[in-house]
């Protein structure tokens, strides 16, 4: 009778062990564990918060769903975030860290461009995918040779294509005969986007009077804007972050510069509004994204976010919300939770239906084609205006 119960024993024990492998399909992990660095800290902590809010609620809703599908398999995704201050030396070496943990497989993150691309110079090679949701150098995802990285990948436009569009909009859409340009000659992206923008609009046939570069530093822009101001262009492209737009603006208008402004994403955000005042009314800007977009999964979005963060979601919320939807195609696509085989399935991804609108990917690019939305300032808030 005794050996008869340990003889009984062992073998309920070994049932419940295949059970248990069974349970995780051979006894694998049961979870996909994502990176996530995001400027949690430092001058763009707004950022990274809706960076890790936007990816939050993918990883939840995607859970909620059952999770990932990996060739048969569900399995749930893990966020692992990491907080790069607002630094790019410290993003690369987030990388390196992220590519210690076992069962890691890709990397969302981070943002800033000047954060973004030095960890995907890092994430290029260590041979981990990465997906920034709001990095516009189109150097991001490009090698030193000009050639599309493998491992990288974006979910916004191209600052090229945003200067292209504001040039168009402003030509088409307002009818500007001619413009003039303000810019922040230290950023590489705002540079990009004045110089495609004045190719842009001379191309459509209108006439550029004045090209105007500043520093963040600056604090009086009477050299600039008096020259505007005397070229009487019918619009002006104020191409800033937002830390310096709402001085700009306020102070073109004290100099009586009665141009329409137009700008670009780097100071869509409502605060800029509330730091600016009457002189920011009637402005146009570019964005990738906005919360009234009556697409059904825009709205899908911006409910669900709204419920669980009490708050209007913005562009970066948006943009990591659908970079991790991106990164759950290819999981999907390679069928398998390691980094080579999930490198190869994003290669497979063509189209994506996210919070901000469909994007396409070829096969010679790692950046979507991709639509747009130019938002009106006006009472307080950023209107969608039209979308591109």
């Known amino acids: 009778m005794k050996r008869f119960t340990v003889t009984a024993f062992c073998a309920v024990l070994a049932i419940a062990t295949a059970l248990a492998a069974s349970a995780g399909c051979g006894g694998g992990p049961s979870t996909i564990k994502i990176g996530v660095i995001a400027e949690m800290t430092g001058p763009l902590s707004s950022v990274g918060l809706s960076c890790k809010q936007g990816a939050d609620l993918a990883a939840k809703e995607i859970n909620e769903a059952g999770g990932i599908d990996v060739g048969g398999r569900k399995m749930n995704v893990e966020l692992v975030v990491r907080d790069c201050a607002d630094k790019p030396e410290r993003s690369a070496a987030l990388v390196d860290e992220l590519g210690e943990i076992d069962g890691l497989v890709a990397i969302i993150g981070p943002n800033a461009t000047a954060n973004a691309m030095p960890a995907a110079d890092r994430a290029e090679a260590r041979k981990i995918v990465l997906v920034t949701p709001w990095s516009t150098s189109p150097k991001t995802t490009l090698t030193s040779a000009g050639k599309p990285k493998r491992y990288v990948y974006r979910t916004c436009v191209t600052a090229g294509y945003e200067g292209d569009q504001l040039a168009k ?23 990009i986007q004045a110089d495609e923008y004045v190719k842009g609009f001379k191309a459509a046939g209108g006439t550029v009077s004045a090209f105007e570069p ?79 977009m009556k697409d059904r999964r825009t709205r899908s979005f911006v ?17 990591s919300y659908d970079s991790l939807n ?63």
């Open 303 to 319: 409910r669900s976010f709204e419920s669980r963060n009490n708050t209007v979601p913005d562009d970066v919320a948006a943009l």
């Open 169 to 191: 909009f402003a030509r088409a859409t307002l009818g500007a005969p001619g413009s003039a340009v303000i810019y922040d000659e230290t950023a590489e992206v705002l540079r």
């Open 214 to 292: 500043f520093k963040p530093a600056d604090k009086d822009f009477s050299a600039q804007l008096g020259r505007i101001k005397a070229a009487a262009p019918e619009v002006l492209f104020v191409c800033s972050y937002g830390e310096n737009a709402p001085a700009i603006l306020q102070q073109a208008r004290a100099a009586g510069v009665t141009a329409q402004f137009v700008g670009c994403d780097g100071w869509s955000s409502p605060e800029v509004i509330g730091r600016t005042g009457a002189a920011i009314e009637g402005s146009y800007v570019f964005n990738m994204y906005s919360p009234q």
């Open 326 to 388: 991106l990164l759950k195609l290819g999981i999907e696509k390679a069928g398998k939770a390691d980094r080579a085989s999930v490198a190869q399935g994003m290669l497979k991804v063509r189209e994506l239906e996210g919070a901000t609108g469909s994007m396409r990917f070829t096969a010679d690019s790692r950046d979507p084609v991709r639509g747009a939305v130019i938002l009106k300032a006006q009472g307080g808030g950023f209107d969608l205006f039209e979308q591109l």
